[in-house]
């Protein structure tokens, strides 16, 4: 019988408190940065894995980036993922969102017989939100965006998600293979589970998939295939934070903090 097969895609980004850009190449300075799995991806990888926990699954880890990624994304073995699947050539390097996209939908095409392909809702970096979309169209298989729950269908063909929309939420009924990204916080990731600890970070084999291990055309991947041009920067603005001293006793300092907050209460 077919194992039911999920794959998670997930990235390393610099964290997000030493992210600088270089005003000079409008590029983000990633040298100077430590880099952390991408945050919402733990979302993504802990939905598998209770996916995992319910049922007969597979789950494997799916990133294209340099090899500096492999050891740090190793942490989603010793969670609980089967395999781990890493893109990494200098040809892909410089991708923007379309040509990643193309890049992990080929890889995708490569690993087989996958059923559910579930991305974080944005990268800490990028934060395009763009990825999930854009593999699903190279796919051609439908798409729900911020999931916040899973159900599979008794035969595994469907899947019901839930998604939140401001003031509810919505579910859809999908016919598999789809993909999906999921809500950040939407769940409490678990820890590394010990015991897998040492099979993950040193013997697990990760399986590196170079440009002429997949089959891409070289006018769609990397920079080449990248029409995205970043075209000027601007420090946003940032509001200062207002500061107030209260004096007088308890009750005084109250009916002051009320009259200060009044301008900002609102109704529902
Ligand atoms: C002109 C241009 C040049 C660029 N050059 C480079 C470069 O040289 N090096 C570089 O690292 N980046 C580069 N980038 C950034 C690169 O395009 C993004 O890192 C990448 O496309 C992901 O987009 P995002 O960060 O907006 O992801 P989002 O769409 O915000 O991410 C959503 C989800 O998609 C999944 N995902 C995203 N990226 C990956 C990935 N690589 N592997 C697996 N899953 C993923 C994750 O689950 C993530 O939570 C460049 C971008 C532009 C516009």
């Known amino acids: 019988m077919h194992e039911f097969h999920i794959v998670v895609c997930m990235k390393v980004v610099p964290k997000a408190e030493e992210i600088r850009v270089d005003p000079e190449s409008l590029l983000l300075d990633r040298e100077n940065a430590r880099s952390e799995i991408n ?14 926990d ?13 090899p500096l990624f492999e050891s740090i994304l190793r942490v989603g073995l010793a969670m609980g993922a089967d395999d781990f699947y890493l893109l990494s050539d200098r040809a892909f390097a410089g991708a923007d969102t379309l040509a990643t996209t193309y890049t992990l939908a080929r890889g995708i095409d490569k690993i087989g017989d996958v059923d559910l392909v579930i991305c974080g809702e944005e990268s800490a970096d990028g934060a395009t939100g763009q990825v999930p979309a854009g593999i699903a169209e190279w796919l051609g298989w439908p798409q729900v ?10 035969d595994y063909t469907v899947c ?3 998604r939140e929309i401001p003031g509810g939420y919505e579910v859809h009924r999908v016919k598999l293979p789809a993909v999906f990204s999921v809500k950040t916080a939407s769940n409490e990731p678990r820890f590394m589970d010990f015991d897998r600890k040492p099979w993950a970070m040193e013997e697990a084999g990760v399986i590196v998939w170079s440009r002429s291990d997949i089959e891409v055309e070289d006018d769609l991947i990397g920079l080449k295939g990248s029409p995205t041009i970043v075209s000027g920067l601007e420090q946003a603005e940032t509001r200062a934070r207002q500061q107030h001293m209260l004096e007088g006793d308890p009750e005084s300092i109250a009916a002051q903090l009320a009259e200060i907050l009044a301008p900002f209460h609102t109704r529902n």
């Open 160 to 162: 019901t998600a839930r």
């Open 54 to 66: 319910q049922c007969r699954a597979r789950v494997s880890i799916l990133s294209m980036g340099p």
């Open 39 to 52: 945050p919402p991806d733990m979302n993504a990888i802990e939905h598998a894995l209770r996916i995992k």
């Open 145 to 154: 965006t911020l999931a916040t729950e899973f159900q599979l269908s008794d």
